[in-house]
C-alpha cells in the first residue's frame, strides 16, 4: 500500500555532475565490487558508483514537482526503434505542496543518445569509459547523438495531486487521471502532443505556464480517492476504475466523448483496490489487487462477475502487471517486498504461484512485464531498486566459467543472486513507478522522489515479436 509522496518538498534539483567525471588519476584504481542493497553497508567516506558500461543510455531528468505516476505515449516515430539518438513522449501527474500547484505535465525527451556495447568487452581494464563521451574502442560502441538531451515540456492545470494517470492504447492523447480529490477525469491531450512535435526547441523555459484546460468527462462517484485505473487495449474507450473504498466502476464509452459510468459497482474486495489490468486477449475480462492480499478474475460478461479469487501474498498486493506476450501470466507485487508469477490456467488447481521471489525488503511499487519478451519483467521497490528479471534463465557453471575466462579476470560478483536478476538500477531517491517503452526495445523509463530516468542496461537483448516488427 505504499504510495505516500504527497506534500514533498519541492523536487527541483539541479543537474550534477557525473560521478567520474574529472577525476584524478592519481587516486589508486581498486576491484570493482557488486554493491547489495540491505547487504552492504557503506564505510565512512565511501559512496556508489555507476558503471556506465552497464547501460547503452542512461540519462536523468525532472519536470519540476515529483510525479507519483507517468505513462509512455505511443507515439508516430517508428514501431520498432532501434537507433540512437532517440525520442519519447509521456504524460505525468504532479504532487505538489499545495493543491493550487498541481498539474498534469506533457513532455517529450529528445536527442536522447547512447552506444550499443557488447554484452561481453573485447577488453578489461577500461575504468575511464563513460556514457557521454565520443571516443569508442570499435564502431559499433560509437556514441550516437551525443549532447544533452532536450526536454519540452507542457503543463495542464490538474485540482489535486495526481494519484495515478494513463493513457489509451488506441488514442494515446486520451488520458485518464484518479486525483486526490475523489475524482476521476478523462483529458485530450492532443494539442499539447501536436505542439511538441512540431517544435524543436527547448521550452522547459517557458514551462512555468499552465493551461486551464477543462476535462473531456468528470466523474465523481466514487466514495473516495484511488489509484487503480486501467483502460481496456482491446475495446477504445473502455476503462475501470477503483478506489481504497474497495469499489470498481467500469466505464463504457458513447457517442460524442463521454462516458457511461456503471452506478453499481463491483465489489469482491474487502479494502482498498490498489491496481486493476485488463486482460490482453479477453475484451470482458480484468484482473484487481487489494489491501486484502487477494487478486480476484472479473469477467463483465456474467451475471456474478466474480470468476476467481486467488490468494497472492501474506502482505497487500499493491501492483500486478497482465503479460501481453503470454497471456496466462499475471505478475503481482506486495508490501512484503516479495513479487510472485501466478500462471492462470492453474487457479482452478488451487495452487497457481509458478515462482516467488523474496529478493527486495522493502515494498515493491511498481511491475511491468516486457512488450518485447515474454519471460523478461522490470520491479521497483522502496529500497530504491529498480530490477530487471529473465525468468526463462538458470545457473549455468559453464558459461559462468567461459564468461570469467574471457573476462581474463574473476569475476567479483556475488554468489546468492538468483539467476533469473538480469539487471539492478539504482541511484534514484523513493522509487513509484516504471514502464518500458513499447516502441524501442529494452528502454524504461522510471519516476521517484527526485526525478525522472531513463535507462537502457547493456545486457538487454530482445527478440523482437514478429507481430510488430
Known sequence: MVRSLKNPKKARRKNKAKKGEGSSDSVPSLPAKVWQPGVDKLEEGEELQCDASAYNSLHAFHIGWPCLSFDVLRDSLGLV???????VYCVAGTQAE?????SIGIFKLSNISGKRRDLVPDKTGDENSDMDSDS???????????????????????????????????????????????????WDISSHINTLAESESDLSHGASAVSNQAPLFKFGGHKDEGYAIDWNPRVPGKLVSGDCRNCIHLWEPTSGATWNVGAKSYIGHTA??????????????????????NIIIWDTRMDNPLAATITAHKADVNVISWNKLASCMLASGS?????????LRMVKDGDSVVAHFDYHKHPITSIEWSPHEASTLSVSSSDNQLTIWDLS???????????????????????????QLLFVHQGQKDLKELHWHSQIPGMVVSTAADGFNILMPSNIENAIPANVA
Open 272 to 293: 482498498s483496490v490498489e491496481d486493476l489490468q485488463w486482460s490482453p486477449t479477453e475484451d470482458t475480462v480484468f484482473a484487481s489487487c487489494s489491501v486484502d492480499r
Open 393 to 419: 534463465l538458470e545457473r549455468d557453471e559453464e558459461e559462468e566459467a567461459e564468461f570469467k575466462t574471457k573476462m581474463k579476470e574473476q569475476v567479483n560478483a556475488p554468489t546468492d543472486l538468483p539467476p
Open 81 to 87: 526503434r532501434t537507433e540512437f539518438p532517440h525520442s
Open 335 to 343: 508490501d512484503d517486498g516479495t513479487f510472485s508469477i501466478q500462471d
Open 136 to 186: 569508442s574502442d570499435s564502431d559499433e560502441e560509437e556514441e550516437a547523438g551525443s549532447g544533452t538531451p532536450v526536454l519540452q515540456l507542457r503543463k495542464v492545470f490538474h485540482e489535486g495531486c495526481v494519484n495515478r494517470i494513463r493513457a489509451m492504447t488506441q488514442k494515446p492523447h486520451i488520458v485518464a487521471s484518479w486525483g486526490d480529490t475523489g475524482h476521476v477525469q478523462v
Open 98 to 102: 499545495k493543491s493550487s500547484w498541481n
